[in-house]
């Protein structure tokens, strides 16, 4: 089992532009959850996710933000016209049953210009 | 609300001698409590959970409830401990589903 699979590792966007974050969750596991880890500062839970249904999104920011994880494919975070307070380090983790342990994914850093 | 506190963002420590990493958490249902720790250049893994009162790597910890903390504990540090530790809860009452973190413990042993 290769574990939780996140791309790209790092992503680099301007101003304005869309980034798009890829979790693959462990094989087996249909329970999906993102958080965000600002510069000095501790992972912060953004959303969980069941095959193609959004469980809970409390810590989603209102505007910007989506994610979906769909029948087939990965999980996906999409930030739309980023700002420069989007720069962070975004986790991905998985787990096979709701209240088991969470697999963490190695994240994706993303840098915005 | 949910709220982990780690107070200590470093500690520095000798090998062989012990080591206490604080956390306090502030939660009015029923928590579970995780630590999570980590090394440099690898991924976030868990190091224990309270639930299983297993000691792993020779690091303990134990909840309780009335000072409403779970400080990992290990009574003689090795080199290999070096990295980052995280406290982390989730509400066994609400389905236990997110987990709320602390800022983290970076900890070194010095040889």
């Known amino acids: 089992n290769a574990g939780v699979m996140q791309n790209p590792r790092h992503l680099v966007r301007r101003r304005g532009q869309e980034a798009r974050l890829r979790c693959s969750p462990m094989?087996?596991?249909?329970?999906v959850y993102w958080y965000r880890q600002l510069p000095e500062e501790g992972l912060k839970f953004m959303v969980y996710?069941?095959?193609?249904?959004?469980?809970?999104e409390s810590g989603m920011p209102k505007e910007r933000f989506s994610a979906e994880f769909p029948k087939e494919g990965p999980s996906i975070l999409r930030i739309q016209q980023v700002v420069r307070g989007d720069s962070a380090a975004y986790f991905c983790?998985?787990?096979?049953?709701?209240?088991?342990?969470?697999?963490f994914g190695p994240g994706t850093r993303l840098t915005v210009t | 609300a949910q709220r982990v506190t780690q107070p200590e963002k470093l500690l520095s420590v000798f090998k062989g001698a012990p080591v206490e990493l604080k956390c306090n958490y502030s939660?009015?249902?029923?928590?579970?409590l995780f630590w999570y720790v980590q090394y440099s250049r690898q991924r976030l893994q868990l190091l224990l959970r309270?639930?299983s009162r297993e000691s792993i790597k020779g690091f303990t910890a134990d909840l309780n409830k009335g000072e409403t903390s779970f400080h990992l504990k290990k009574p003689f540090a090795q080199e290999e401990d070096s990295a980052m530790y995280y406290c982390?809860?989730?509400?066994?009452?609400?389905?236990?589903?997110?987990?709320?973190f602390g800022q983290g413990t970076r900890l070194t042993i010095n040889p």
């Open positions: 983790a998985s787990s096979p049953v709701r209240g088991n342990e969470q697999y």
């Open positions: 982390a809860l989730s509400g066994i009452d609400q389905g236990a589903q997110k987990l709320v």
């Open positions: 996710l069941q095959k193609e249904n959004i469980i809970d």
């Open positions: 094989k087996g596991h249909s329970h």
């Open positions: 939660y009015s249902g029923s928590p579970e």
């Open positions: 309270h639930i």
